[in-house]
């Protein structure tokens, strides 16, 4: 049983996340905090530029909004956390920073079956200190 399980959620497939989320609050010790995080891919300033101000900010906003929903949903008493940055590099962050001892990840978007592993599930896989679950 773990101590500290981190969910990361890709909001574009919503329905892997909260099946990972269930998982969770099953390989959770009694008492195990359990972490639910979006990373927001950073805009480049360049690209940035052009969009309306608060933009990032709003979507922050409403990204946590959802995920409380789902740790809500969950009946079990869960963090969320929603950062800006690069999503492994943030994952694996996130990971270290909160002694996380269980990641517990989806392999790849749906669809993409005959890939063994999506981008960001293989570096997580490779670069992280603590467990991986990697649900396909
Ligand atoms: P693909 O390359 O097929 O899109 P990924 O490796 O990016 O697959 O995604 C697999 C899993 O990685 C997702 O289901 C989710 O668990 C995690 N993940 C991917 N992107 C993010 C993100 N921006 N924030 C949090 N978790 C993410």
Redesign the pocket.
């Known amino acids: 049983m773990y101590k500290t399980v981190l969910v ?3 909001m574009a ?1 919503l329905a ?2 909260k099946a ?1 989320v269930t998982l969770a609050a099953s390989y959770g010790a009694q008492g195990a905090k359990v972490i639910l ?3 927001v ?1 950073d805009i480049p300033n360049w690209a940035a530029i052009d969009l309306p101000a608060g933009l990032l900010e709003k979507s922050v906003e409403s990204i946590r909004a959802q995920l409380q929903e789902i740790a809500k949903a969950s009946g079990s008493k869960m963090d969320v956390d929603v950062r800006t940055g690069h ?1 492994y590099n943030t ?1 694996l962050e996130v990971a270290e920073k909160s002694k996380a001892d269980l990641i517990i ?5 749906p669809g ?1 079956q005959d ?1 063994f ?6 570096k997580v896989v490779r670069h992280a200190n603590c467990s991986v679950l990697v649900v396909r």
């Open positions: 990361p959620i890709d497939h892997e996340g990972n995080l979006n990373v891919e999503s994952i990840i989806a392999s790849h978007r993409l890939y592993l999506g981008s960001t599930a293989a």
